[in-house]
C-alpha cells in the first residue's frame, strides 16, 4: 500500500524533512568537508549538486568518485564526510571516530535501520527514501536526494540535474515517464525554465543523430530497420519524412514537426506488431513512445541538450575515469571541459565501435535455450555493459545477452553484464534479482536493473554460473 501513496506523494515525507534539516545544520557546521560519491551518472550528478552548494556556501571541500568495491575499508579522516549514491548498503562509517559526523544520500536497500545512529558514539545521518516506504528504483535516486539538500538552502536551480541523475539512473524506464518524488523535481525544474518535457517518439540521439542513423539502433525487437541504414531511409521514404533539410543536412528526431512524428510512430508500432508474440503487443506503445526531457540553457543539436544524451556523454566520462571533466561539465565551468568531453566521447565512440566489429566478425554470441552470452575478454571491464547492450541487436531480441569479461588486469575475476530487450521486463521479468541469486550460489555478487545488470564472479566459475542462469529461465521466457 505504501508504494501507492508514494505514486501520487505531493511533498516530502515529514520524517524525511527532518533529515533534511538535520543534514543542512551538519553542513553549515562543517568547515573540513569530504564526498564521495559513486561513479556514474547518477553518483557524479550527485556529487555535483553537493559539490555545488558547497562552493555557494563557501566551503571548500574535497571530492571523489568511486566504484563500490573500493569502499570496505576506507579511511575517515575529515570532520564530515558526505557519501552520495552510495554507502547505504556499506559499512562505510566502519573508521568513523568520535568527533567524525557521516552523511549519507543514498537510495540502494539500506545495511542499517533508522535508529542506527542512537547506536553509535559519532554523529550519523543516513537518508534514504526505503526507509520511508520510498521506492529507491523508479521514484528517486541519488541526484534526487541531493537535490532535496539543495532545496533545503533555496538552490531550485539544480533541479535539472536531478532530472539527469533520475534518467542516468533509469528510473523512468519502467513507463517511460517520472513517476514519485522524481516527477515533482521534474515540476521544479520546469518551473525554474531548466527542463521542457516533451513526449517523443523513444529513440537514442534524439538532438544529435540523423533520424535514420538513430532508427538503425533500434534493437528492442529485431526488425528490418535494425542495424540497416537502407532499410531506415526506405521507412522514412515510405512515410514521407524528409531525411535532410534544406541545406542538406540530415534531420533529427528533434526535428520533425508533430505530424511527421505521428506517421513515424504508426509505421513503427505497425513493423513491430509484424513481429512480436502476441503476449508482448499490449507492450508495443511504451515502446516506441516515452517523455524526453530538453535541457533549456544547453545548446540545441548538442549532446547537451537531451537528458538521455547528456546522461550518455556522463557516462563516457565515468567509464573511462574522466569523472572531473563530467563534474566540471555539470558544475557549469564549461571553458575546457566541453573540448575534453568532446574528446572522451569521440574516443569512448571509437574504442565500441572497434569492440563491436571484432565480434561481429567473430560471430561471438552462443546461444542457449534461455540466454545467448558472449565472451568480451579483451573488452575493459568499465565498458562491458555498454557493449553487450550494442550487440543484443546482433543476437535474438527474445533472450537476454551476457558478456564477460576480466574485472582488471591485476584481478582475474569475471565482471558480467546482461542486457535484454525492454519487452521482457515489461513482461514481468527483473534480471537484476535473477542474476544477484545466481550469482550468489557461485559465490559471486550481483544486481542491477530488470533490463540492465551485471555481476562479479570468481574466475574459473564461468560455465557454472551460465549453466545455472540458463537453467533458472526455463518457462520464464
Ligand atoms: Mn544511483
Request: aromatic share 8%; proline share 2%.
Given at each position: 500500500?505504501?508504494?501507492?501513496?508514494?505514486?501520487?506523494?505531493e511533498?516530502?515525507?515529514?520524517?524525511?524533512?527532518?533529515?533534511?534539516?538535520?543534514?543542512?545544520?551538519?553542513?553549515?557546521?562543517?568547515?573540513?568537508?569530504?564526498?564521495?560519491?559513486?561513479n556514474?551518472?547518477?553518483?557524479?550528478?550527485?556529487?555535483?549538486?553537493?559539490?555545488?552548494?558547497?562552493?555557494r556556501?563557501?566551503k571548500?571541500?574535497?571530492?571523489?568518485?568511486?566504484?563500490?568495491?573500493?569502499?570496505?575499508?576506507?579511511?575517515i579522516?575529515n570532520?564530515?564526510?558526505?557519501?552520495?549514491?552510495?554507502?547505504s548498503?556499506?559499512p562505510v562509517?566502519?573508521?568513523?571516530?568520535?568527533?567524525?559526523?557521516?552523511?549519507?544520500?543514498?537510495?540502494?536497500?539500506?545495511?542499517?535501520?533508522?535508529?542506527?545512529?542512537?547506536?553509535?558514539?559519532?554523529?550519523?545521518?543516513?537518508?534514504?527514501?526505503?526507509?520511508?516506504g520510498?521506492?529507491?528504483?523508479?521514484?528517486?535516486c541519488?541526484?534526487?536526494?541531493?537535490?532535496?539538500?539543495?532545496k533545503?538552502?533555496?538552490?531550485?536551480?539544480?533541479?535539472?540535474?536531478?532530472?539527469?541523475?533520475?534518467?542516468?539512473?533509469?528510473?523512468?524506464?519502467?513507463?517511460?515517464?517520472?513517476?514519485?518524488?522524481?516527477?515533482?523535481?521534474?515540476?521544479?525544474?520546469?518551473?525554474?525554465?531548466?527542463?521542457?518535457?516533451?513526449?517523443?517518439?523513444?529513440?537514442?540521439?534524439?538532438?544529435?543523430r540523423?533520424?535514420?542513423?538513430?532508427?538503425?539502433?533500434f534493437?528492442?525487437?529485431?526488425?528490418?530497420i535494425?542495424?540497416?541504414?537502407?532499410?531506415?531511409?526506405?521507412?522514412?521514404?515510405r512515410?514521407?519524412i524528409?531525411?535532410?533539410?534544406?541545406?542538406?543536412?540530415?534531420?533529427?528526431?528533434?526535428?520533425?514537426?508533430?505530424?511527421?512524428?505521428?506517421?513515424l510512430?504508426?509505421?513503427?508500432?505497425?513493423?513491430?506488431?509484424?513481429?512480436?508474440?502476441?503476449?508482448?503487443?499490449?507492450?508495443?506503445?511504451?515502446?516506441?513512445y516515452?517523455?524526453?526531457?530538453?535541457?533549456?540553457?544547453?545548446?540545441?543539436?548538442?549532446?547537451?541538450?537531451?537528458?538521455s544524451?547528456?546522461?550518455?556523454?556522463m557516462?563516457?566520462c565515468?567509464?573511462?575515469?574522466?569523472?572531473?571533466?563530467?563534474?566540471?561539465?555539470?558544475?557549469?565551468?564549461?571553458?575546457?571541459?566541453?573540448?575534453a568531453?568532446?574528446?572522451?566521447?569521440?574516443?569512448h565512440?571509437?574504442?565500441?565501435?572497434?569492440k563491436?566489429?571484432?565480434?561481429d566478425?567473430?560471430?561471438?554470441?552462443?546461444?542457449?535455450?534461455?540466454?545467448q552470452?558472449?565472451?568480451?575478454?579483451n573488452?575493459?571491464?568499465?565498458v562491458?555493459?555498454?557493449?553487450?547492450?550494442?550487440?543484443?541487436?546482433?543476437?535474438?531480441?527474445?533472450k537476454?545477452?551476457?558478456g564477460?569479461?576480466?574485472?582488471?588486469?591485476?584481478?582475474?575475476?569475471?565482471?558480467?553484464?546482461?542486457?535484454?530487450?525492454?519487452?521482457?521486463?515489461?513482461?514481468?521479468?527483473?534480471?537484476?534479482?535473477?542474476?544477484r541469486?545466481?550469482?550468489?550460489t557461485?559465490?559471486?555478487?550481483?544486481?542491477?536493473?530488470s533490463?540492465?545488470?551485471?555481476?562479479?564472479?570468481?574466475?574459473?566459475?564461468?560455465?557454472?554460473?551460465?549453466?545455472?542462469f540458463?537453467?533458472?529461465?526455463?518457462?520464464?521466457?
Open positions: 500500500m505504501r508504494e501507492e501513496i508514494a505514486l501520487d506523494i511533498d516530502l515525507p515529514e520524517g524525511m524533512k527532518d533529515l533534511y534539516s538535520q543534514a543542512k545544520n551538519m553542513i553549515l557546521t562543517n568547515e573540513d568537508i569530504k564526498v564521495y560519491s559513486h556514474d551518472c547518477d553518483g557524479i550528478s550527485s556529487g555535483a549538486i553537493l559539490s555545488i552548494i558547497l562552493d556556501l563557501g571548500e571541500h574535497e571530492i571523489e568518485f568511486v566504484s563500490l568495491d573500493r569502499l570496505e575499508d576506507l579511511e579522516k570532520k564530515l564526510t558526505i557519501f552520495s549514491d552510495l554507502g548498503g556499506q562509517e566502519k573508521n568513523a571516530k568520535r568527533d567524525s559526523e557521516i552523511l549519507i544520500l543514498d537510495h540502494h536497500p539500506p545495511l542499517r535501520d533508522l535508529d542506527y545512529k542512537d547506536t553509535v558514539d559519532f554523529k550519523f545521518l543516513e537518508i534514504n527514501p526505503m526507509h520511508f520510498i521506492n529507491g528504483t523508479y521514484h528517486i541519488g541526484g534526487g536526494l541531493c537535490y532535496y539538500l539543495a533545503e538552502f533555496g538552490y531550485k536551480d539544480l533541479s535539472w540535474i536531478g532530472v539527469l541523475s533520475a534518467v542516468g539512473d533509469m528510473q523512468n524506464t519502467h513507463t517511460g515517464k517520472m513517476e514519485g518524488l522524481n516527477k515533482l523535481i521534474l515540476q521544479d525544474a520546469i518551473d525554474e525554465g531548466y527542463v521542457n518535457k516533451i513526449s517523443d517518439l523513444s529513440l537514442y540521439g534524439r538532438e544529435t540523423p533520424l535514420f542513423v538513430a532508427l538503425s539502433y534493437s528492442d525487437v529485431n526488425l528490418p535494425t542495424n540497416s541504414k537502407n532499410e531506415c531511409i526506405e521507412l522514412l521514404k512515410i514521407d524528409d531525411r535532410q533539410d534544406d541545406d542538406g543536412v540530415f534531420r533529427k528526431l528533434s526535428d520533425l514537426s508533430y505530424e511527421e512524428k505521428s506517421r510512430f504508426s509505421e513503427l508500432v505497425r513493423m513491430l506488431s509484424k513481429e512480436v508474440p502476441g503476449k508482448y503487443v499490449k507492450h508495443i506503445p511504451k515502446l516506441v516515452a517523455d524526453s526531457y530538453e535541457f533549456l540553457k544547453e545548446e540545441n543539436h548538442t549532446s547537451l541538450r537531451d537528458a544524451e547528456f546522461s550518455t556523454a557516462n563516457a565515468a567509464r573511462n575515469k574522466e569523472e572531473m571533466v563530467a563534474l566540471e561539465i555539470l558544475k557549469g565551468n564549461r571553458a575546457d571541459a566541453l573540448d568531453l568532446s574528446l572522451i566521447s569521440r574516443e565512440r571509437r574504442y565500441l565501435a572497434l563491436i566489429k571484432d565480434l566478425e567473430t560471430n561471438a554470441i552462443t546461444e542457449l535455450d534461455n540466454l552470452y558472449f565472451d568480451g575478454n573488452i575493459k571491464s568499465e562491458v555493459g555498454t557493449i553487450t547492450g550494442m550487440i543484443l541487436s546482433q543476437g535474438n531480441w527474445q537476454p545477452i551476457i564477460y569479461t576480466s574485472v582488471s588486469e591485476e584481478n582475474d575475476d569475471l565482471k558480467i553484464s546482461l542486457r535484454c530487450s525492454r519487452l521482457l521486463a515489461y513482461d514481468g521479468i527483473h534480471f537484476g534479482n535473477i542474476i541469486k545466481v550469482a550468489k557461485v559465490g559471486g555478487n550481483g544486481g542491477g536493473h533490463v540492465a545488470c551485471g555481476a562479479y564472479i570468481p574466475k574459473d566459475k564461468f560455465d557454472e554460473f551460465i549453466n545455472t540458463n537453467q533458472e529461465l526455463e518457462g520464464k521466457l
